[in-house]
C-alpha cells in the first residue's frame, strides 16, 4: 500500500489496519517535519505486523521480546494496536508510530552519528511534546541511571529506567536551550563532530 511518504507492506496484518497506520505515518511526517524542519523525500518502507509472532519470524534477534514497534536501518516494524488489545486512538497516544518515525528522522539529520540513548531521549521527548505521553511518570526516581550509566552498553540497562532517564535528560535540554539548539547540535553531528564534545558544548553551556 502507497502513501504520500511511505511503502506500507503487510505481513499478516489486515488491509483496513495498514490503512490506519498510514494515515498515522503521514501523520507524523507533518508533526516531526514541523519540529525538525526535516521532510524526507524518498518514501519510506514500513512493515506491519499483525501480531507479535509475525513479528518474530521476521525479526529473530527480538523472539520473545514484546515491542511495539522497531526503526533499524532506514526501515519502520509496527505491530497492529490489536496485538496489545488496543484502540487505534490508545495506540496513536502510546506513540510508537510518532516514536519510530523520530528514530528515522534523527538518523538522518545526524548521519547515523548518535548514541541508542540520545534517539531514545528524543523520541521519547517528542511523544511527551505531541501527545503528553510521559515515559515513566511515575516511576520511583530511586537509584536513577546516571549519564555516565547510560553511555555504556545501553540494551543491557533496565529498560524502563534507562528510557526514563533519557527522557529526562532530552526535556531538561529542551527547557533550557530550545528547539533550535537541539536542531544545532544534530547539525554538529551530521558535521561527523565527537558526539559527546558536541553534546557537552550544549549540556554544559
Request: net charge negative; no cysteine; aromatic share 14%.
Amino acid at each position: 500500500m502507497n502513501k504520500p511518504h511511505f511503502i506500507l507492506k503487510s505481513r499478516g496484518a489486515d488491509e483496513k489496519t495498514v490503512e490506519e497506520l498510514g494515515n498515522l505515518l503521514e501523520k507524523s511526517y507533518d508533526l516531526v517535519g514541523k519540529e525538525f524542519n526535516y521532510y524526507p523525500t524518498k518514501n519510506i518502507p514500513v512493515f506491519v505486523y499483525g501480531s507479535m509472532e509475525a513479528f518474530w519470524d521476521y525479526n529473530k534477534a527480538l523472539d520473545g521480546e514484546t515491542v511495539m514497534g522497531l526503526y533499524n536501518m532506514g526501515v519502520i516494524h509496527l505491530v497492529v494496536p490489536e496485538a496489545f488489545d488496543l484502540t487505534l486512538e490508545q495506540y496513536e497516544t502510546n506513540g510508537p508510530v510518532l516514536h519510530e518515525y523520530t528514530h528515522l528522522v534523527v538518523d538522518e539529520l545526524t548521519g547515523g552519528n548518535l548514541e541508542t540513548w540520545f534517539t531514545e531521549g528524543l523520541a521519547l521527548y517528542q511523544e511527551y511534546n505531541v501527545y503528553g505521553t510521559e515515559w515513566g511518570q511515575f516511576m520511583d526516581s530511586k537509584d536513577e541511571y546516571s549519564l555516565e550509566d547510560l553511555r555504556g552498553n545501553f540494551m543491557a540497562l533496565d529498560s524502563d529506567k534507562a528510557y526514563r532517564k533519557s527522557f529526562l535528560i532530552m526535556k531538561d535540554i529542551y527547557d533550557r536551550k530550545g528547539n533550535h539548539e537541539v536542531l544545532d547540535l544534530l547539525k554538529e553531528l551530521k558535521a561527523g563532530h565527537d558526539f559527546y564534545k558536541a553534546f557537552a558544548s550544549l549540556s554544559d553551556s
